[in-house]
């Protein structure tokens, strides 16, 4: 079983920055990939960014250029930087893990909200 916590979500003004945070409750390197997803009220999740273990990263066309994800493989931890926020942003943030051993298992954290309103 692998842990994840969040942290970072809030209020912010559009234009603005955040950066959230997801920890791993084992070295992340152990951990096939690692992504950030979001879910706005009535919509369905979806991905916004992710990293597999050889560092290749992928983004939602929506957030491409703005938004960042990076790893910090001494602190077991995933980030998003998210730059240049705008109100459709709004939404609970998942942090994702995937391993694949025999099958794949499919890990959540449990949400941070991120909040773009002036």
């Known amino acids: 079983q692998v842990q994840l916590v969040e942290s970072g979500g809030g209020l912010v003004q559009p234009g603005g920055s955040l950066r959230l945070s997801c920890a791993a409750s084992e070295s992340i390197f152990s951990i096939n990939a690692m992504g950030w997803y979001r879910q706005a009220p009535g919509k369905q999740r979806e991905m916004v960014a992710r990293?597999?273990?050889?560092?290749?990263?992928d983004y939602a066309d929506s957030v491409k250029g703005r938004f960042t994800i990076s790893r910090d493989s001494a602190k077991n931890t995933v980030y998003l930087q998210m730059n240049r926020l705008k109100p459709e942003a709004t939404a609970v943030y998942y942090c994702?893990?995937?391993?694949?051993?025999?099958?794949?298992?499919?890990?959540w954290g449990q949400g941070t909200q991120v909040t773009v309103s002036s």
């Open positions: 994702n893990a995937i391993k694949i051993r025999v099958g794949v298992s499919t890990y």
């Open positions: 990293i597999i273990s050889g560092g290749s990263t």
